[in-house]
């Protein structure tokens, strides 16, 4: 069966440091791949979408970055985080299709808080 | 544009009633219409999805939803309501006209009182 592992659950971080959150699906290949923002329990902001290794598409302007050095490896990254970078993240993978008939399953996230 | 709309902030029932959770949608081509469910601090857990076929979708749990096309509409049912289903639950759309972009609605909490 398939599964997906985000680490870490939680991170303090001060005003300005780097980010680096981690995401990985095992028992599945060539997947969708997917980075979301969710803030204060409410709706979802999708922030990097990856249909291939190397290949990243950015819905949303701002100073986060996403890799996908390997097929079932996603990550999102900052040089430089800001107070407004607060939020829970969350990644999701989905079946690779010609169209977006596939449902997304997501991981347990990581709650970011910036001080 | 895609779009997603659920007008219910929350949605109080009592255990043992029949829910309704409701959505309403806008795409430009044919809908495919998902159904999701999120505990505390968890992910989200997919429950169900309309691609095409029969308008009434059995989903996880014992839920179902309608779609109804010329509502615009995919409201998510289950006839007998368990305080356990208490979670926040999304709706969400893509379409068939390409890209990858699935738009999730602002999600309802539902809350199962005893």
């Known amino acids: 069966s398939q599964t997906i592992h985000q680490w870490p659950a939680t991170l303090v971080q001060p005003v300005g440091s780097p980010l680096s959150l981690e995401c990985t699906v095992e028992g599945t290949s060539n997947p969708n791949l997917y980075w979301y923002r969710q803030a204060a329990g409410r709706g979802l902001q999708l922030l990097f979408y990856s249909v291939g290794i190397g290949q990243i598409s950015s819905e949303v302007p701002q100073n986060l970055s996403a890799s996908r050095p390997q097929d079932r490896q996603f990550i999102l990254s900052s040089k430089k985080l800001l107070l407004s970078d607060s939020g829970f993240y969350l990644c999701?993978?989905?079946?690779?299709?010609?169209?977006?008939?596939?449902?997304?399953?997501f991981g347990d996230g990581t709650r970011l808080s910036i001080l | 544009a895609q779009s997603v709309a659920q007008p219910e902030d929350q949605v109080n029932v009592a255990e043992g009633n029949p829910l309704t959770v409701k959505c309403t949608y806008s795409?430009?081509?044919?809908?495919?219409l998902f159904w999701y469910v999120q505990y505390p601090n968890r992910g989200l857990q997919f429950l169900l999805k309309y691609i095409t076929g029969d308008n009434l979708v059995k989903g996880s749990y014992g839920f179902e939803a309608e779609f109804n096309k010329s509502q615009t509409s995919f409201h998510l049912k289950k006839p007998s309501a368990l305080v356990s289903d208490s979670a926040l639950y999304f709706c969400a759309v893509s379409d068939d006209t390409g890209g990858f972009k699935t738009i999730f609605g602002a999600g309802t909490r539902l809350f199962v009182k005893a």
């Open positions: 795409v430009s081509g044919n809908p495919y």
């Open positions: 999701a993978w989905s079946v690779r299709s010609a169209s977006l008939n596939q449902p997304q399953h």
